[in-house]
């Protein structure tokens, strides 16, 4: 930054900064840098006035799609509206400007906030104890896993205990955490309902040939086929018989808060996509938020710092003998909490029991409407999103589910989730949120049929599109291994 700029700026009172005098000798720029590496001249920057650069980023901006200017149905990814007033809370100074490095004394706000956001979720999800600390829902399961095996150490059964058993539907962090942790992973296969297939759980969880037990297992409910699991009360059953925990992945938590508690299921720990379900703009790497939550037996091992009441305020507690340790530097991400919270008591437990319902109710009018052009990939009701298989379509027509996908952006829609989960061939996963209206799941409709019948009139239009965004299809390999980061 050039001297003059600097001195400005670490005025007082100038912008609120003031930059003590270092303390370090500060070497001679070129003599950090290497005389060769500076420039000589003045880098060739465009003189441009301010309308033309508002309008640059504006267009720019408009290139984007985004759920506030697109419908975004990407299945297991609940991809709703964002209140703006949750971004308003989030923006106030209060919140915004806080240190983490604070005094307790001067962040009680906050904390109660935080403690209140952890009952709220307790109470949703029908447990104990919560944490906030987790950054995403996959941090959250690594946390639920690292529960886990404190709870088997704590039993002395730590090297018994080494399987995790996941369903071949789940999301592909549930496998990936799992071995994170140091867990074996086994997976077990859906039936041809599409729910966890009893009898091989039930194999599963019997000791393997090396006498390794089952430590835990994992569930997502309704599943990432969008099927509630009925047997869910069962499965608690013979996964504590067997001495395993239940771990309940809450990502799809949207289709049934306020309706049916993941505890009152016999689920022993679960995390929530704060994100997803509570109203967070994600899915461009933003900050997340994945609480865990966890029956009072497990209470003791949660990550430290705990929230505390003492003589009526709150603080920090690190004094947990049994505690996972530290999972996220400070508190977590803080702000996503801010608006879940807001979302929370904006919404109301009314609110909440009806977004469940209404995510349901346009799940399942898109999919009966959908079957008329592809079939489901596994009939019967849904909860909040459904998987279509469009292997038959692509066997008549050569064109594939990422060609369709690829097409619909021409139309104006973002893509749904393909190829996910890998159980379905040529599987295309659709989850429209409760945000959306009739008229909008209708012209979707309106845009796969034209899709599908260009398929067979026009193919050639279809496996070349997309047609009309700013770059036509890419070799993604090829970027993902070659990324070009700057023009
Ligand atoms: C069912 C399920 N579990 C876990 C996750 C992981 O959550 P995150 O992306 O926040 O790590 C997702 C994400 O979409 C999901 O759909």
New binding site residues.
């Given amino acids: 930054m050039p001297e003059p700029l600097l001195k400005e700026l670490s005025k007082p009172g100038r912008v609120g900064i003031s930059l003590p005098e270092p303390d370090v000798p500060v070497k001679p720029i070129d003599e950090l840098l290497g005389r060769e590496n500076l420039r000589t001249e003045p880098p060739p920057l465009p003189e441009v006035d301010q309308l033309t650069v508002v309008r640059h980023f504006i267009r720019l901006s408009q290139l984007n799609y985004s759920v506030d200017t697109h419908f975004y149905p990407l299945g297991?990814?609940t991809m709703k509206y964002n209140p703006k007033v949750n971004e308003e809370v989030a923006k106030l100074p209060g919140f915004a400007f806080l240190h983490p490095l604070q005094d307790e004394e001067t962040v009680q706000g906050i904390l109660k906030l935080m403690k209140e956001l952890e009952r709220m979720l307790c109470e949703i999800g029908g447990m104990d104890a919560c944490t906030l600390q987790g950054a995403?829902?996959?941090q959250g399961e690594f946390i639920g896993l690292l529960l886990v095996r404190a709870w088997h150490r704590y039993r002395g059964e730590e090297d018994k205990r080494t399987r995790i058993i996941v369903p071949d539907s789940a999301?592909g962090?549930n496998p990936a955490s799992a071995a994170r942790c140091g867990f074996i992973v086994e997976s077990v296969p859906s039936g041809s309902d599409g729910c966890i297939d009893l009898s091989a759980l039930e194999k599963a969880l019997k000791p393997d040939r090396n006498g390794q037990l089952p430590a835990a297992v994992m569930v997502?409910n309704p599943n990432?086929l969008g099927k509630f699991e009925r047997e869910i009360v069962k499965v608690a059953e013979i996964t504590h018989e067997a001495g395993a925990l239940l771990y309940y992945?809450g990502?799809?938590l949207n289709a049934i808060m306020g309706k049916a508690k993941p505890g009152d299921m016999g689920c022993d720990i679960m995390h929530f996509?704060l994100?997803k379900t509570f109203s967070t703009p994600h899915g461009g790497g933003g900050p997340?938020s994945?609480p865990v939550a966890v029956k009072a037996f497990l209470e003791p091992f949660l990550p430290v710092p705990v929230i505390e009441e003492c003589d009526d305020k709150l603080r920090l507690s690190y004094d947990r003998p049994l505690s996972v340790g530290r999972v996220h530097s400070f508190y977590g991400n803080v702000l996503v909490a801010v608006r879940a919270y807001a979302y929370i008591l904006s919404m109301g437990t009314e609110g909440l029991e009806r977004v469940a319902e209404d995510a349901v109710l346009n799940a399942n009018y898109l999919m009966h409407k959908l079957a008329q052009i592809f079939p489901v990939a596994f009939p019967g009701l849904c909860k909040h999103e459904f998987v279509l298989s469009l292997r038959q379509f692509k066997h008549e027509t050569g064109i594939r589910t990422w060609d369709v996908a690829k097409r619909l952006l021409d139309y104006g829609f973002y893509a749904p989730t393909v190829y996910f989960p890998i159980t379905v061939e040529e599987a295309m996963m659709v989850e429209p949120t409760e945000t959306e209206t009739k008229e909008t799941l209708d012209a979707f409709v309106e845009a796969l049929k034209s899709i599908f019948e260009e398929s067979h009139e026009n193919p050639q239009i279809v496996r070349s599109a997309p047609h009309k965004t700013p770059v036509s299809r890419l070799d993604e390999a090829k970027a993902a291994r070659e990324l070009k980061v700057r023009w």
Wanted: proline residues 0%.
């Fill in positions: 297991s990814c995403a829902g996959a999301h962090t997502t990432t992945d990502a799809n996509n994100h997340g994945g």
